[in-house]
């Protein structure tokens, strides 16, 4: 099965939407200029075009509120009228344009480090689209943790970028070495699957503008749905994909008696833009940590004062095609990743709201997905959810048996270096610059730090 | 319509077997033996042809069941009952029977494809595989369906029996008409064979058959009829199933609308299209592209018959292909006689589903229809298997049918280990599909031709 994927600006003219041979539905993700405001699906069955009369009216039910918010109307039933096939009539569109067109903001320097992996043309063709980019002060690092490095160094060189060649294995090493060769003040980190939209450094900076702000991370929208498992994994939302903004400050710690702070799954490393002097000192991210590296450094940020914001403006478009096979390994991962954070959280931090997550939330919520999956209320597969549960379950556990053995083979003094600092959660790297900033020591427990 | 443009004929007997087949001789009355199903010979009546005088027959004064076809299309079934007519059913009192029975069904399809229509002659090349395993009755019977095939109004096909016994007579049968290559497969399992079929096809199309299965002359044509673009059928049609009909009757006939459906991808409901066996059609009466069948790597060899073809089907669908079942083109075949057949053919069919759908359970996009499926049959026959009403077969065949749906679950996950086991074996050996010259005087003719 197949879903077209398209995107429509409302404040330019557009019409009907053809479906293709072959595909089975059609998802829009509108737009007003460059800020999402949702999506629509539509399965247009006989005639396989999506009329605009349909369109207009799946717009204005679904997204009419956003619309009329931005758009500055008085009532959303008025969206309706104003989504003309030739765009927002003008005096409307002008004041739209005109209040989203006039603010400026600084542009500090940031590294882009991207992370890759015997994958030299899918590199490339990243790099081109970074070169696009309408940020005026960065500069581009490749991270190749590729089994044979020569055919990326040569494409690095050829591209005129920077180029590292990580050889101990795992995505979270590799970016911590970006972070130790990077000057520049911010970090920005990207998978090399990834097609940033021209305008998504500049939004990521912009986030950034609060003072307390140390990590900003983005939506990565899947290019395309070309398959089951492409599809499977966009219900499973494994990437952040909000059309809102969302903002993680250390009050998020204490939001709930029975939850933990939102830090999993609120961004990705795939899009993410990290302060860089607050890493070095944090300690970088959590190499144990597979996929969930950056809720760790979320959590880490969030209790040191800082604040997170996902912005859902700086848009990149994910490349992958998933197969069966690597989206069952990844979920997996996934899981297995998210329950040692969750373990971590309570042996580290005493955050007992963990324990509440890991133990009655997480598995509520499978036992509840798969029951609606079984009675055909979801269309998400009921064998990826058993999937979830073994790597949830057998994710700590694993860990566990790793982390004994490398106790049992390494001497007393590297297994003092890797200690975790407790201050910030990880090892510092060498070479910070703290002088002009100061990290007050976490409590242990969050309960007595509200006191 | 002219009521004297009728005939009738036996299921079969428009290629002349009815009689030598012997329906009537073969019918077994109730009781007659411990264990045999009662069986009534099938009539067909044309309605484009005069109608003739019917013997109703039957020393018991039973039902007798008759097809109504108009032209190549069937209209649905009409039973005389013998208690009422007598021996035998005049022209006037069988069309008046029918018309009370089946005149919406005769203006409806009047109205809206015109009996006048003839399906065309189709030049689409075919090649129609035949899977045999042999045994004592196998010549004779290939043979009677290989003579009803050489009648097919068709100008271009061929015929390929995959023979999976090495039998020395089908061999010889096949030296006597000039259309048919022969080849052997010695791999058990009908899957094995109806991949060599595929793979020794010249034809664009090919179609499936039974060994014990009896085309009518429309066959084929209905069949391309659905392929062929100036016909008006769909261009990504990638496999059209045709009707199937006993020849003899043990039970009161399912109504069927016999019209012609199509199924496309994300047509199903919620447990669509796992039920596809019981609407789309069966692998007795099958064509396929073959271009489809490479592209999707053939049969499933790890499914037993059945549940290859359910196989096919599923995957057909789920890779947004489109089958159409067309009820012109029909054929006939034997079903279970004997309650000991019934319950064996059941048990294969529990088997045969249940393996289908454990092997599509762990699909992203079909998993959950298969465990939705899978759950509701099982309801569906303990429900039947305790309750009388809620049955159309005895006890014993549905508790059969049960039995196989429990070990079929775990039989795809062993069936695969063990042909990924045999795959070593088989590729120590040549086991590309390869045919068998034929010596008769028949590959003399067709070489000098």
Same mark, same amino acid.
């Given at each position: 099965?197949?879903i ?32 999402p ?8 069955v006989?005639?396989?075009?999506? @009329? ?14 956003a ?13 309706e ?24 903001? *600084?542009t ?11 994958r030299?043309d899918?590199?490339?063709?990243c ?13 581009i ?13 040569? %494409? ?24 130790e060769q ?5 970090i ?7 097609r ?9 900076? %912009?986030?950034?503008?609060d ?6 991370c ?23 994909n ?7 400050t ?28 607050f ?6 991210f ?33 490349? @992958?095609?998933?197969?069966?096979k690597?989206l069952?390994?990844?979920i997996?991962?996934?899981?297995g ?6 373990v971590?959280?309570?042996? %580290? ?9 890991l133990a009655?939330?997480?598995?509520l ?18 064998s ?21 053995? %490398?106790l049992g ?7 003092q270096?890797?200690?975790p ?8 790297? *060498? ?17 007595? @730090?509200?006191? | 319509?002219s ?26 009355v109730?009781?007659?033996?411990r ?17 003739p ?18 032209g ?21 009192a ?27 002659l189709?030049?689409?090349p ?7 395993r042999?045994g ?11 003579q009803g ?6 100008p271009?096909f ?58 009518d002359?429309?066959?084929l ?51 669509f ?18 271009q ?6 053939g ?8 549940g ?16 159409v079942?067309?009820?012109r ?22 088997i045969?589903?249940t ?33 009388p ?35 070593p074996?088989?590729?120590?050996r040549?086991m590309?599909?390869r045919?068998?010259?034929?010596r ?5 003719n067709?070489?000098?031709a």
């Amino acid at each position: 099965m197949k879903i077209q994927v398209e995107q429509l600006d409302l404040l330019a003219p557009w019409h009907a939407i053809t479906m293709r041979a072959g595909y089975y539905a059609v998802r829009v993700t509108v737009r007003l200029g460059a800020i999402p405001i949702g999506g629509v699906f539509v399965r247009p069955v006989r005639t396989r075009v999506v @009329r605009h009369d349909r369109l207009r009216r799946r717009i204005a039910r679904e997204c009419g509120s956003a619309i009329a918010k931005l758009l500055g109307l008085a009532a959303v039933r008025d969206v309706e009228e104003v989504l003309l096939s030739s765009g927002v009539p003008e005096p409307i569109r002008g004041a739209f344009v005109e209040a989203h067109s006039q603010r400026s903001w *600084p542009t500090p320097g940031v590294t882009v480090a991207i992370y890759t992996r015997d994958r030299a043309d899918v590199l490339e063709a990243c790099v081109r689209s970074l070169q696009q980019l309408d940020y005026p002060n960065f500069d581009i690092l490749v991270l190749d943790n590729s089994h044979d490095p020569v055919p990326t160094r040569e %494409r690095a060189e050829k591209l005129g970028v920077e180029y590292i060649r990580c050889l101990a294995s795992g995505a979270g090493r590799a970016r911590n070495a970006a972070v130790e060769q990077s000057r520049s003040e911010w970090i920005a980190f990207l998978d090399d699957d990834c097609r940033p939209e021209r305008n998504w450094l500049k939004e990521l900076v %912009r986030a950034a503008q609060d003072a307390d702000c140390r990590c900003v991370c983005g939506p990565v929208r899947p290019a395309k749905l070309e398959s089951s498992a492409d599809i499977a994994f966009a219900m499973h939302g494994g990437f952040p994909n909000g059309f809102t903004h969302r903002v993680l400050t250390p009050a998020s710690l204490d939001c709930s008696l029975t939850r933990p702070a939102p830090a999993w799954r609120f961004g990705s490393t795939a899009n993410l833009l990290v302060h860089r002097v607050f890493i070095q000192l944090a300690g970088g991210f959590d190499v144990d940590l597979a996929n969930d590296e950056e809720a760790d450094l979320f959590y880490r940020a969030i209790l040191a004062g800082h604040t997170v914001h996902y912005t859902p403006l700086a848009i990149v478009a994910h490349q @992958r095609a998933w197969t069966r096979k690597s989206l069952r390994h990844w979920i997996r991962a996934s899981a297995g990743a998210a329950a040692i954070y969750h373990v971590q959280r309570v042996l %580290r931090y005493w955050d007992y709201r963990s324990l509440i997550e890991l133990a009655w939330h997480r598995p509520l919520a499978l036992a509840r997905a798969l029951a609606s999956a079984i009675r055909g209320r979801s269309r998400y597969p009921w064998s990826l959810l058993l999937v979830e549960f073994r790597g949830m379950i057998a994710g700590p556990v694993t860990h566990a048996a790793m982390r004994l053995r %490398r106790l049992g083979k390494s001497n007393a003094a590297k297994s003092q270096a890797r200690r975790p600092n407790r201050k910030l959660g990880a090892t510092p790297i *060498p070479s910070p610059d703290p002088a002009t900033l100061t990290y007050g020591a976490p409590p242990r427990n969050p309960s007595n @730090r509200a006191a | 319509m002219s009521a004297n443009a009728s005939s009738v004929v036996r299921a079969g007997d428009a290629l002349g077997y009815g009689t030598t087949h012997g329906h009537a001789a073969r019918r077994v009355v109730a009781g007659a033996g411990r264990g045999v199903l009662m069986s009534v010979a099938i009539l067909q009546v044309d309605l484009a042809q005069p109608l003739p005088t019917l013997q109703t027959g039957g020393r018991r004064g039973g039902a007798q069941w008759i097809l109504v076809k108009l032209g190549p299309q069937p209209l649905g079934w009409v039973c005389c009952d013998a208690k009422q007519f007598g021996k035998s059913i005049g022209p006037d009192a069988l069309l008046k029977l029918i018309y009370g029975t089946l005149s919406r069904r005769i203006q409806l399809v009047s109205r809206e494809r015109g009996h006048d229509k003839p399906i065309a002659l189709t030049r689409t090349p075919f090649s129609i595989v035949i899977c045999t395993r042999g045994g004592g009755a196998a010549g004779a019977a290939l043979e009677r369906q290989l003579q009803g095939i050489a009648k097919l109004r068709t100008p271009s096909f061929e015929v390929i029996v995959v023979d999976r016994a090495a039998a020395a007579n089908l061999a010889g049968v096949c030296e006597t008409f000039p259309f048919v290559r022969y080849a052997h497969d010695p791999r058990s399992g009908v899957n094995y064979a109806r991949n060599t079929g595929w793979q020794l096809a010249r034809g664009e199309i090919v179609a499936y058959l039974d060994d014990d299965a009896i085309v009518d002359p429309h066959w084929l044509n209905a069949l391309a009829a659905n392929y062929d673009d100036d016909h008006g059928a769909d261009s990504q049609v990638n496999c059209v199933t045709g009707l199937f009909l006993p020849r003899e009757a043990t039970a009161e006939p399912r109504e069927q609308d016999f019209s012609r459906r199509v199924y496309r991808a994300g047509t199903w409901n919620t447990t669509f299209p796992f039920d596809a066996v019981t609407r789309v059609g069966a692998g007795v009466n099958l064509s396929v592209r073959r271009q489809t069948l490479e592209a999707m790597g053939g049969f499933d060899v790890a499914l037993s018959g059945r549940g290859g073809e359910l196989d096919l089907f599923v995957r057909i669908l789920r890779d947004g292909g489109a089958i159409v079942h067309d009820p012109r083109a029909i054929c006939f075949g034997a079903i279970p006689t004997t309650s000991g057949q019934l319950r064996q053919r059941m048990f294969d069919d529990g088997i045969a589903f249940t393996s289908c759908c454990a092997k599509h359970a762990y699909d992203l996009e079909l998993g959950n229809h298969a465990i939705r499926m899978l759950a509701r049959w099982f309801r569906q026959r303990l429900v039947a298997a305790v309750r009388p009403r809620q049955r159309d077969f005895s006890c014993d065949a549905v508790v059969a049918e049960l039995v196989g749906g429990v070990i079929g679950l775990r039989a795809y996950g062993r069936a695969a280990r063990r042909v990924r086991r045999d795959q070593p074996k088989f590729s120590g050996r040549d086991m590309t599909p390869r045919e068998i010259p034929l010596r008769g005087a028949a590959a003399a003719n067709r070489k000098a031709a």
